[in-house]
């Protein structure tokens, strides 16, 4: 299950869009420097349809999927916290469980941006 956490606006050359933040299941994880469990949930964002106001009232909703790690080409990535520049070689997307559901909602990017 994901659950829509939150929404942020975004830019584009056809104007401003919002997408939706996504957050996974909880799991346990344990850190590689000083061995000791903490628990995380992955995130990202989706792009959608919805004015803001739909966006505000979707937050809390859960559906079926999951939110897994897709390998990319490195770029690079400053780290909100510190600024710090970073390198990364993936990134975080939702996939629905059924290949069935997606299959029939297909529509062309360009239709919707």
Same mark, same amino acid.
């Given at each position: 299950?994901?659950?829509?956490?939150?929404? +942020? +606006?975004?830019? $584009?050359?056809?104007?401003?869009?919002?997408?939706?933040?996504?957050?996974?299941?909880?799991?346990?994880?344990?850190?590689?420097?000083?061995?000791?469990?903490?628990?995380?949930?992955?995130?990202?964002?989706? $792009?959608?349809?919805?004015?803001?106001?739909?966006?505000?009232?979707?937050?809390?909703?859960?559906?079926?999927?999951?939110?897994?790690?897709?390998?990319?080409?490195?770029?690079?990535?400053?780290?909100?916290?510190?600024?710090?520049?970073?390198?990364?070689?993936?990134?975080?997307?939702?996939?629905?469980?059924?290949?069935?559901?997606?299959?029939?909602?297909?529509?062309?990017?360009?239709?919707?941006?």
């Amino acid at each position: 299950m994901v659950t829509i956490k939150d929404y +942020k +606006k975004r830019e $584009s050359e056809k104007g401003e869009f919002f997408v939706l933040v996504l957050q996974g299941e909880i799991a346990p994880v344990k850190s590689k420097s000083n061995d000791r469990m903490y628990f995380t949930a992955k995130t990202c964002t989706v $792009s959608c349809t919805f004015d803001e106001e739909s966006c505000k009232q979707l937050i809390g909703m859960q559906f079926p999927g999951e939110i897994v790690k897709v390998t990319t080409e490195p770029y690079e990535f400053a780290l909100p916290e510190t600024g710090e520049i970073i390198t990364l070689e993936h990134r975080w997307e939702y996939r629905e469980n059924s290949d069935k559901a997606v299959a029939e909602n297909v529509v062309e990017e360009s239709d919707v941006f």
